[in-house]
């Protein structure tokens, strides 16, 4: 006999009952079991309808009841956007906190800050490039016992020192990279200062001159500042007597030499850098220009590489700052001197002859070098050479000049 609950055979189906209708004996039909048997393998042979086909068969690798109801696909379509619109969301708002890539920058190549100060044409000194473009003052400055001590020379770049008349000394001093506050006393024009001064195309600061300056300074086209017809720059102090008590600040004078249009456009001095000497061979030099009151001394100081001016005697000082003069280079030239104009009082002028050529002895980092002076004109630059013809450099500082008439005016030790 066929066993109808064997594993995985579904079991047959029985008829509902109708609604409201009590089964009797009288109402089902009988069957034998030939019948039943009949029947129920006829219910066998017939396939479960599509809709009835077992869940949880699907061929999904979670098993999944398949194929989904209608209730299932909205939950999952439900969920798909829910997971879409989040994943968008976080996209949108969380950009930020994405770490990003870090762009590799190329290193910043410095260059290097173009320099704020240039050499000064007059000194050779270090200062701003729109130094140069001042005009160059040259002031004549008295050296008599009652003139001294002077006021500004300390602060001149270039001082040229000769005689006067009667023996008696008198400077020009050159002003550019430093604007002194009083400068004096002023005195009046000779006419190889005033050739000396054209070498630097100076402005000319003086108090009248010698016939012959005044003729000069005409016939040259100086750019001149004589005190007679430019008086608002000077003034005269109640300290000293007259006529060694005109003083005058470059910068007043500057300006005025501005207003005239005056430019100074000059060759300056060939420069190097210094280099005191580890053995120096002239510490002590003396230069005799005239007598025992106007003869110069200087002693090198290593300490500073400059060389301490005396004359007379006595430290040569400055009444602005009483400190001792110190110029980085001393040159002496040898210069030939001659009697020119007559004075009023019956004396003679002195004329040097700044133009040619002829001996110099240049005195710096505490060692002396015997060259020879060259000036072509007036306005062409004083230039130094040595025994084979090279020029010879000078230290950044302030040059003081003196003209001697003889080599034998010059030693040094």
Avoid: C
Wanted: net charge neutral; hydrophobic share 35%; proline share 8%.
């Amino acid at each position: 006999m066929q066993n109808d609950f064997l594993p995985g055979k579904p079991a047959p189906k029985l008829k509902p009952t109708p609604a409201n209708t009590e089964a009797t004996e009288q109402t089902v039909p009988f069957e034998t079991p030939d019948q039943i048997r009949a029947h129920d393998q006829a219910s066998d042979s017939i396939e479960p309808k599509a809709t009835e086909r077992p869940r949880g068969t699907g061929h999904h690798w979670f098993n999944l009841p398949w194929p989904p109801n209608r209730i299932e696909i909205i939950l999952a379509s439900v969920v798909l956007l829910l997971a879409v619109g989040g994943t968008f969301a976080y996209v949108k708002f969380h950009k930020a906190e994405t770490p990003q890539p870090v762009a590799k920058i190329a290193p910043v190549v410095k260059t290097p800050p173009k320099p704020t100060t240039v050499a000064s044409t007059l000194s050779g000194l270090p200062v701003a490039p729109e130094v140069n473009q001042r005009p160059v003052i040259g002031i004549m400055i008295e050296n008599s016992q009652t003139a001294r001590p002077q006021s500004g020379l300390s602060q001149a770049g270039v001082v040229f020192e000769a005689i006067a008349e009667g023996g008696i000394t008198r400077f020009l001093a050159l002003f550019q990279d430093q604007q002194a506050a009083n400068v004096g006393p002023i005195r009046s024009a000779r006419p190889y200062f005033v050739q000396w001064n054209e070498g630097f195309k100076a402005a000319y600061a003086h108090v009248g001159g010698s016939p012959d300056a005044l003729a000069n300074i005409k016939d040259w086209g100086v750019q001149d500042l004589n005190q007679f017809y430019n008086s608002a720059p000077y003034h005269r102090v109640a300290s000293r007597p007259s006529p060694h008590n005109m003083y005058a600040s470059v910068v007043d004078l500057a300006n005025l030499a501005t207003q005239k249009g005056f430019k100074s456009e000059f060759q300056g001095f060939e420069r190097k850098a210094a280099s005191p000497a580890k053995q120096p061979n002239a510490t002590s030099v003396d230069i005799a220009i005239s007598s025992t009151l106007y003869n110069v001394h200087y002693d090198y100081n290593p300490t500073n590489n400059a060389y301490m001016r005396s004359e007379g005697g006595a430290a040569h000082v400055d009444s602005e700052t009483s400190g001792q003069l110190a110029p980085s280079v001393v040159i002496a030239l040898v210069v030939p001197m001659n009697a020119g104009a007559k004075t009023a009082q019956g004396g003679s002028y002195s004329n040097y002859n700044p133009l040619g050529s002829g001996t110099a002895y240049i005195f710096q980092d505490g060692t002396v070098t015997a060259g020879t002076w060259n000036k072509a004109s007036n306005t062409t630059q004083l230039t130094f050479t040595d025994a084979a013809g090279a020029a010879i450099k000078l230290n950044p500082g302030q040059t003081w000049i003196s003209a001697v008439t003889a080599a034998s005016k010059v030693t040094y030790k």
